[in-house]
């Protein structure tokens, strides 16, 4: 329905895909089915009902087929290495090319769909090593040790499972993919959200305060930046900047409770400083935790990146002669937090009281 229509295209005039980005899109996936075909061959001619002599359970083996196949699965591998970009390119091809964008929409119609997309087929030999896994579990749960397929079950659930934990991280790095594609899209931004090492940690709705009022803003909290946009989105392309925190020079402080202001907390950096707060005690903290953990850790990434003398020495010079021509730069300066004059009673820059 998909692969098929599109190998023909890329050998006509004009193809939906050329056969360089069909090869891209799927990777592998020629090999994964003959390898399915394989093992669904090898258990028809073990166990179906035309099998001769017909399987006997007592004695019967099954396990011996999952061995031999089992090593054959880490080719997996070469799939799931491919699928995240694999789904950047269909983010990409669908915006910019109309015959692609067309085709998955009438293919993903299609009855033979069965209301799946075709991002959800993509993921189907991804899910296909876990169940595996639970296969031969629920087999060894009932085979006896003292049978004589029990050693070659066990051994096959051992290298299926080692396949199978690879596979789970890689799902959830697919889910997590996905989400950072919808967020980019949602926001309208040309700058791709989706770098290597970026993770999505936390999403949510805080109320920003503003020069005129308080405002609601959808927070994006990643591995290496804070994002948050206004409601709706998309942004435009000026205001992204301004609305993109790094977290490498970020700071979190707490706003202590007073009167009507509840749960509020100052996020500090050199990009921009200000104050939100949550709806509850418990998402504040959740937020304050998840920002400073991040903070942490982005900072911790960056002490120990490691640089060769030469280039420190270079670094080293390069900011003596910038101290030297700009002795009044200040190194750690933070954008100041907008106060509402009605809560201001004093001078920030001479720290005296207003007498008005």
């Known amino acids: 329905l998909f692969i ?16 360089k980005e069909v090869r891209q899109l799927f990777a592998n996936f020629p090999d994964i089915i003959t390898l399915s075909k394989e093992l669904s061959a090898q258990l028809e001619a073990r166990i179906g009902s035309g ?10 083996l099954i396990g011996d087929i999952f061995l031999r ?6 080719m997996y591998s070469l799939y799931l290495r491919n699928f995240r970009s694999a789904l950047a390119d269909i983010s990409r091809w669908l915006i910019a090319n109309q015959a692609f964008s067309r085709f998955i929409q009438q293919a993903n119609a299609s009855p033979e769909c069965k209301g799946l997309t075709f991002q959800s087929y993509l993921l189907l030999p991804v899910q296909r090593i876990p169940r595996y896994k639970l296969l031969l579990e629920d087999l060894l749960k009932h085979t006896s040790p003292a049978h004589v397929d029990h050693q070659n079950i066990s051994d096959a659930l051992r290298t299926i499972s080692e396949v199978a934990t690879f596979v789970n991280e890689n799902i959830q790095e697919h889910e997590m993919t996905l989400s950072i594609i919808e967020i980019q899209r949602m926001l309208g931004l040309k700058e791709t959200l989706l ?17 005129k009022s308080h405002q609601h803003r959808q927070f994006y909290l990643f591995s290496d930046i804070l994002l948050y946009s206004s409601s709706p989105p998309p942004l435009s392309d000026d205001q992204s900047g301004h609305r993109k925190v790094p977290l490498e020079d970020c700071k979190v402080m707490d706003v202590p409770d007073a009167g009507d202001c509840r749960n509020q907390f100052t996020i500090i950096s050199r990009e921009k400083s200000f104050i939100v707060y949550t709806a509850s005690a418990g998402e504040k903290a959740d937020w304050m935790l998840a920002l400073m953990r991040m903070i942490t850790e ?15 020495r270079r670094i080293a010079r390069a900011r003596r002669s910038t101290m030297m021509q700009f002795p009044r730069v200040a190194e750690n300066f933070d954008a100041p937090v907008w106060d509402p004059d009605e809560a201001s009673d ?8 207003f007498t008005l």
């Open 4 to 19: 098929s229509p599109l190998l023909a295209s890329a050998q006509q005039h004009g193809p939906i895909l050329s056969r």
């Open 51 to 60: 099998a001769t002599p017909q399987w006997d359970p007592a004695t019967g």
């Open 69 to 74: 196949i089992a090593p054959f699965l880490k």
């Open 195 to 211: 770098v290597p090492g970026r993770r999505l940690i936390k999403v949510g709705t805080l109320t920003k305060i503003c020069r």
């Open 298 to 312: 982005r900072r911790e990434a960056r002490d120990t990146l490691q640089m060769d003398n030469s280039l420190r």
């Open 346 to 353: 004093r001078c920030y820059i001479c720290f005296r009281d």
